[in-house]
C-alpha cells in the first residue's frame, strides 16, 4: 500500500519553463489537495478536487492550475514558472466530508515535491 | 477569514520533562481539528482529529484536548525521539474543503 505518491521529488526550473506534478493516490480517495510549504508561512492550499472531473480554487491558487481525469490522479501544473513559486509541495487525499465529520477521520499527505525556480 | 495560530513556534524540553502546545483557532464552523506530526524532509503524519469541545485523544505519549476556542497537544515524559514539528490544522465548514494550518511549533526534546 503506497499510499500517496508525488512525482518528481526534485525540480528545478528556469523562470518561464513549464512542468507538471503528479500526484497519485491508492486509497480510493474521492478528495485530492494540492498545498505549498513556506518557510514562516505554513502549509497553504492551492487546488483541491472533491471527485473526479471536479477542481477548486483553494487559499493561494494563482499560476498554478491542476486537473483530475482519473479518480486516483491529481496534477499540479505551472505554465510559466516564477521564482515565488519555490518551494515544497505536497499532495493530500482524503474520503468525503460527511455531517458526522471526515470520513477515515484523517487526510493523508505524500512526502512532498522540492521545486526551485531560479 | 479562517486563522490558526499555534504557540510557542519553538520549544526545547528535557527529556522526561512534560508540557503542552497550543493551537487557538478562528474559522467558521469547525468541522474537525487535525494534530500532525512533521520530521524533516518528510510529509505530514497524522497523529488525532478532535471534532467537538470537550473531546480527548491519546496515543502513546500524546494527548490532544479540543475546547471551543483552542487545543492543546500534551507530552507527557517525552523522549527524544518526540522530537519534531507539530502542525495543527482546522477544518472549516464555511469554505474549501481542505485545511487551514498553523505554522507549527518546532519541538526539541533533549537527552
Known amino acids: 500500500n503506497a499510499g500517496v505518491t508525488q512525482t518528481p521529488k526534485f525540480r528545478v526550473l528556469k523562470t518561464g519553463q513549464s512542468m507538471t506534478l503528479l500526484c497519485a493516490q491508492d486509497?480510493?480517495?474521492?478528495?485530492m489537495y494540492w498545498y505549498r510549504q513556506d518557510p514562516g508561512m505554513g502549509l497553504r492550499l492551492i487546488h483541491y478536487?472533491?471527485?473526479?472531473?471536479?477542481?477548486a480554487k483553494g487559499e493561494v491558487p494563482d499560476g498554478y492550475n491542476v486537473s483530475r481525469l482519473k479518480k486516483q490522479n491529481f496534477l499540479l501544473g505551472l505554465e510559466s514558472a516564477a521564482p515565488s513559486q519555490t518551494s515544497v509541495y505536497f499532495c493530500?487525499?482524503?474520503?468525503?466530508?460527511?455531517?458526522?465529520?471526515?470520513?477515515?477521520?484523517?487526510?493523508?499527505f505524500g512526502e512532498g515535491s522540492w521545486l526551485t525556480v531560479v | 477569514e479562517d486563522q490558526v495560530t499555534q504557540s510557542p513556534e519553538a520549544l526545547r524540553l528535557q527529556e522526561g520533562e512534560s508540557s503542552s502546545l497550543n493551537c487557538s483557532y478562528t474559522?467558521?464552523?469547525?468541522?474537525?481539528l487535525f494534530w500532525y506530526r512533521q520530521d524533516p524532509g518528510k510529509g505530514p503524519e497524522f497523529l488525532f482529529t478532535?471534532?467537538?469541545a470537550g473531546e480527548e485523544k491519546e496515543k502513546e505519549r500524546l494527548k490532544a484536548t479540543l475546547t471551543k476556542k483552542e487545543s492543546f497537544l500534551h507530552i507527557t515524559a517525552p523522549k527524544p525521539e518526540d522530537s519534531a514539528t507539530y502542525l495543527c490544522?482546522?477544518?472549516?465548514?464555511?469554505?474549501?474543503?481542505?485545511?487551514?494550518f498553523g505554522k507549527g511549533t518546532h519541538l526539541i526534546i533533549q537527552p
Open positions: 486509497m480510493n480517495h474521492e478528495y
Open positions: 490544522a482546522a477544518a472549516s465548514g464555511g469554505g474549501a474543503d481542505g485545511l487551514t
Open positions: 474559522v467558521s464552523g469547525l468541522r474537525g
Open positions: 478536487s472533491v471527485g473526479e472531473g471536479t477542481t
Open positions: 478532535l471534532y467537538s
Open positions: 493530500a487525499s482524503s474520503y468525503r466530508w460527511t455531517l458526522t465529520g471526515l470520513s477515515g477521520n484523517t487526510i493523508y
